[in-house]
Nanobody, 115 residues
Framework: QVQLVESGGGLVQPGGSLRLSCAASGFTFTGTAMSWYRQAPGKDRELVASIAGYGGSRTYADSVKGRFTISRDNVKKILYLQMNTLKPEDTAVYYC????????WGQGTQVTVSS
């Protein structure tokens, strides 16, 4: 049974940092491309960052380039998103994702950037 469990969200002031984690199980993590998405209230879910199955290739949304870093630990089966210089517009629920024939999602973790 596939499970993706996100953690690490919370309330942070503008300019602050958070690191999100996604613990994966129930599928072959190594070699599976993974992504982080986010959804703000009233907006569509958007792709934030993706990483190739062995970690070599990474892509980012323009809005987070230079501030966010996606990484993975294939031994621990954990996907990470390091978020620096956070802005109020980064406020959203963040989801871990992979697609093999269909999309698989975690339950999401709330990130709120506010003073």
């Amino acid at each position: 049974q596939v499970q993706l469990v996100e953690s690490g969200g919370g309330l942070v002031q503008p300019g602050g940092s958070l690191r999100l984690s996604c613990a994966a199980s129930g599928f072959t993590f190594t070699g599976t491309a993974m992504s982080w998405y986010r959804q703000a209230p009233g907006k569509d879910r958007e792709l934030v960052a993706s990483i190739a199955g062995y970690g070599g290739s990474r892509t980012y949304a323009d809005s987070v380039k230079g501030r966010f870093t996606i990484s993975r630990d294939n031994v621990k089966k954990i996907l990470y998103l390091q978020m620096n210089t956070l802005k109020p517009e980064d406020t959203a629920v963040y989801y871990c994702n992979f697609r093999v024939a269909t999309n698989y999602w975690g339950q999401g973790t709330q990130v709120t950037v506010s003073s």
